[in-house]
């Protein structure tokens, strides 16, 4: 037997677009640098939940990685291969996003901010 699953929506204060990576082809259908676009036609209301910072080295360089949990309305097809853009933030999903309680209610998603 499933939980009931309950989302407040007083808690998704956030405008988030979510966005796919696409291959680019130049005028002779050659593949150029891949680009993002936005799949979803206008932004998503959503949690964004600052989780935690850390700095590590790595080949003799300071690595920071800060992490955020992503909580929206269930939308279907979203993957590890989406990232979410958050203003002027763009984070990419770590790991499969989780249908919480599997009621097709609320997606959770563990994100690692980065560059672009």
Same mark, same amino acid.
Request: net charge neutral.
């Given at each position: &037997?499933? =939980? =009931?699953?309950?989302?407040?929506?007083?808690?998704?204060?956030?405008?988030?677009?979510?966005?796919?990576?696409?291959?680019?082809?130049?005028?002779?259908?050659?593949?150029?640098?891949?680009?993002?676009?936005?799949?979803?036609?206008?932004?998503?209301?959503?949690?964004?939940?600052?989780?935690?910072?850390?700095?590590?080295?790595?080949?003799?360089?300071?690595?920071?990685?800060?992490?955020?949990?992503?909580?929206?309305?269930?939308?279907?097809?979203?993957?590890?291969?989406?990232?979410?853009?958050?203003?002027?933030?763009?984070?990419?999903?770590?790991?499969?996003?989780?249908?919480?309680?599997?009621?097709?209610?609320?997606?959770? &998603?563990?994100?690692?901010?980065?560059?672009?």
């Amino acid at each position: &037997m499933t =939980a =009931a699953v309950a989302l407040d929506a007083g808690r998704l204060t956030e405008r988030v677009t979510i966005q796919a990576r696409k291959a680019g082809r130049d005028g002779t259908g050659a593949r150029t640098a891949e680009s993002w676009v936005d799949i979803t036609t206008d932004p998503t209301w959503a949690e964004v939940l600052p989780l935690a910072g850390r700095e590590g080295w790595t080949a003799r360089q300071v690595d920071a990685e800060i992490t955020h949990r992503v909580v929206m309305r269930y939308r279907s097809g979203v993957t590890s291969k989406h990232r979410i853009k958050w203003g002027s933030v763009y984070l990419n999903i770590k790991g499969p996003p989780r249908n919480v309680g599997n009621a097709n209610v609320m997606l959770e &998603m563990d994100c690692v901010e980065t560059e672009d």
